[in-house]
T-cell receptor, first 112, second 115 residues
Framework: EDQVTQSPEALRLQEGESSSLNCSYT??????LFWYRQDPGKGPEFLFT???AGEEKEKERLKATLTKKESFLHITAPKPEDSATYLC?????????????FGKGITLSVRP | DTGVSQDPRHKITKRGQNVTFRCDPI?????LYWYRQTLGQGPEFLTY????????KSRLLSDRFSAERPKGSFSTLEIQRTEQGDSAMYLC?????????????FGPGTRLLVL
C-alpha cells in the first residue's frame, strides 16, 4: 500500500527564516510527486510536480526537490503570506487510475 | 477558464437526510476525481471518472454514496441517509492527460456538517 509521511506536522518560522519541509514516500512505482498548498477552508492549490530523482523545480520563494525516497520543499526567506498547509501527494504507475495518495500535510506559520 | 467549481460551498443537514453535491470541471478535462478530507488529514480518494464512465471506487465509498457524470461534463455526488461520520470537506478535481503527465486541479470544496 502506498504511504506518504510528512514532517514536521507543524512549523513556525520568523519572517525571513528559511527552512525545509519533508515528504517521505513508499510506493510500488512512482509516476509523479505533487506539492499543493491549502489555505484554511479552501481546496488544494497546485504548486509542483516532480517525476524523477534529481529533479528540481522553483517558484518564487519555493523550491521542490526529489530523491528516490523523499521530497523536500525548501522555503527561502518566507513571508507571512506563505502561511498555509503544504500537502505532498504521490501518483503511482499502476493501472489507469491516476488517483493521488496524500500525506497529512504540514502547517506552516510565518510570523512577521 | 474559471477553474473547477463546486456547489454548494457549505451544507448543514440532519442525520438521515440525503444530500447532493455538484462539481463542474475545467472545460476539456476528461478526468474527474472526488476526494474527502477530514480535519487534520490529507484528502482521500473516493472515486474517479474518465469521460462519463466511473472506473474506480474506493472502499471508503459505502453503498450510501453514489456518483454520476452524465455526458462526461459535470458530476454529482449523492450521500443517502447521512451519518455524523460523513461530516467532512468533499473535494472535486479534474485533469487531462498530456502524454505521461497528468495534473489534478482542485475545486474549493463542499464542507458538509451532519448534525
Amino acid at each position: 500500500e502506498d504511504q506518504v509521511t510528512q514532517s514536521p506536522e507543524a512549523l513556525r518560522l520568523q519572517e525571513g527564516e528559511s527552512s525545509s519541509l519533508n515528504c517521505s514516500y513508499t510506493v510500488s512505482g512512482l509516476r509523479g510527486l505533487f506539492w499543493y498548498r491549502q489555505d484554511p477552508g479552501k481546496g488544494p492549490e497546485f504548486l509542483f510536480t516532480l517525476y524523477s530523482a534529481g529533479e528540481e523545480k522553483e517558484k518564487e520563494r519555493l523550491k521542490a526537490t526529489l530523491t528516490k525516497k523523499e521530497s523536500f520543499l525548501h522555503i527561502t526567506a518566507p513571508k507571512p503570506e506563505d502561511s498555509a498547509t503544504y500537502l505532498c501527494a504521490v501518483q503511482t504507475d499502476t493501472g489507469a487510475n491516476s488517483k493521488l495518495t496524500f500525506g497529512k500535510g504540514i502547517t506552516l506559520s510565518v510570523r512577521p | 477558464d474559471t477553474g473547477v467549481s463546486q456547489d454548494p460551498r457549505h451544507k448543514i443537514t440532519k442525520r438521515g437526510q440525503n444530500v447532493t453535491f455538484r462539481c463542474d470541471p475545467i472545460s476539456e478535462h476528461n478526468r474527474l476525481y472526488w476526494y474527502r478530507q477530514t480535519l487534520g488529514q490529507g484528502p482521500e480518494f473516493l472515486t474517479y471518472f474518465q469521460n462519463e464512465a466511473q472506473l474506480e471506487k474506493s472502499r471508503l465509498l459505502s453503498d450510501r454514496f453514489s456518483a454520476e457524470r452524465p455526458k462526461g461534463s459535470f458530476s454529482t455526488l449523492e450521500i443517502q441517509r447521512t451519518e455524523q461520520g460523513d461530516s467532512a470537506m468533499y473535494l472535486c478535481a479534474s485533469s487531462r492527460m498530456a502524454g505521461y503527465q497528468e495534473t489534478q486541479y482542485f475545486g474549493p470544496g463542499t464542507r458538509l456538517l451532519v448534525l
